[in-house]
């Protein structure tokens, strides 16, 4: 058990010497513990050392594990967002960070509405292009940002991207780079904020970083191989 507390003290100290040779400030950098797969028992341990934000990809397991835990923990949702369990995603998380298409836009913001909460939410982007890779391929990204512009009650917040496994330091520049790109992109021409970056996970978050990056997404450099 103190093993993933040691683990994320390591990475968050990987994180904050990242920052400050991108010289950027560490509180502006989101340290999330990808907690999918993981049990109960392991975020407990987080949380009794004061980690908050967890992240889990599957709707099922984050019904299953938020009511087991304390309601203070921030659950940020990463997974796929299947159109059926939108409302579910607005009733246990806070920040949802794969949104991908205007139907979900437009549905998220109703619900949002419904219930009464003003859920975050992200785009997500296939900026690398890759057929494999979830996201709204980059050229059709301003469309989608513009509904989501949009919405009342759900906030658009930021994008989010993945990066190809195991990318050459050239296609990571390029994968991030672009995501803060677009995201810079979209504030002008918007004019609206968009304060969240979530982009980087255990093998490339340093990258990601030095792109500007505020939230870094990490399951294996803190719970171990899934
Ligand atoms: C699993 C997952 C992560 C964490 O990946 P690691 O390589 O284990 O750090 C980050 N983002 C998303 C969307 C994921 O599904």
Known sequence: ?????DNYR??????????????RKKEEILLLAVSK??????????????????????????????????????????????????????????????????????????ICGEEGRRVKFLLEVNVSGEASKSGVPADDFMPLARAAAQCRNAVFSGLMTMAPLGASRET??????????????????LAVSLPLLSMGMSGDFENAISHGSTIVRIGTAIFGRR
């Open 1 to 5: 058990m103190s093993t993933v507390c």
């Open 10 to 23: 390591r990475v968050r100290e990987t994180v904050d010497a990242a920052a400050a040779a991108a010289g």
């Open 37 to 110: 797969t993981w049990p109960v028992t392991d975020i407990r341990a987080l949380y009794d050392m004061g980690v908050r934000d967890f992240g889990e990809n599957r709707m099922q397991e984050l019904e299953e594990k938020a009511p087991a835990l304390p309601p203070d923990i921030v659950w940020h949702f990463i997974g796929s967002l299947q159109s059926n369990k939108i409302r579910k995603a607005v009733k246990l998380a806070s920040v949802i960070h794969s949104v991908e298409n205007v139907s979900a836009v437009e549905r998220l913001d109703r």
């Open 172 to 189: 990571l520049d390029a994968v991030f780079g672009g995501l803060a790109s677009l995201r810079d992109r979209a504030e002008k021409e």
